[in-house]
Nanobody
Framework: QVQLVESGGGSVQAGGSLRLSCAGT?????MGWFRQAPGKEREGVAA???????TYANSLKGRFTISKDVAKNTLYLQMNDLKPEDTAMYYC?????????????????WGQGTQVTVSS
């Protein structure tokens, strides 16, 4: 059974940076980051395939970077130039490698989330 634990969230001012981590990543799964703001649907942020190809939400390209350290079984999300609209609970997820992308229904395993709050 896959267990995922996120960390690294917090409160920052606009323009700041945070790096989220997700422990328990497995190299044979597609791994993704999602976020959900209050009153909004969960949206895909970024995904990374088993062989390393990355996918990003168009609106976040250039500010967010997904990566993984297979040796440490850890997934990362580097977030730069944060904006108040990035405020949300961020989740990491794992799913079958053949469906790697930003659709949440393709993911079977989810972490509990880590809160990111960006103030203006």
């Amino acid at each position: 059974q896959v267990q995922l634990v996120e960390s690294g969230g917090g409160s920052v001012q606009a323009g700041g940076s945070l790096r989220l981590s997700c422990a328990g990543t497995y190299s044979n799964y597609c791994m993704g980051w999602f976020r959900q703001a209050p009153g909004k649907e969960r949206e895909g942020v970024a995904a990374i395939a088993t062989y390393g190809m990355t996918t990003y939400a168009n609106s976040l390209k250039g500010r967010f970077t997904i990566s993984k350290d297979v040796a440490k079984n850890t997934l990362y999300l580097q977030m730069n130039d944060l904006k108040p609209e990035d405020t949300a609970m961020y989740y990491c997820a794992a799913g079958p490698s053949r469906f790697c992308g930003l659709r949440s229904y393709n993911y079977n395993y989810w972490g509990q989330g880590t809160q990111v709050t960006v103030s203006s």
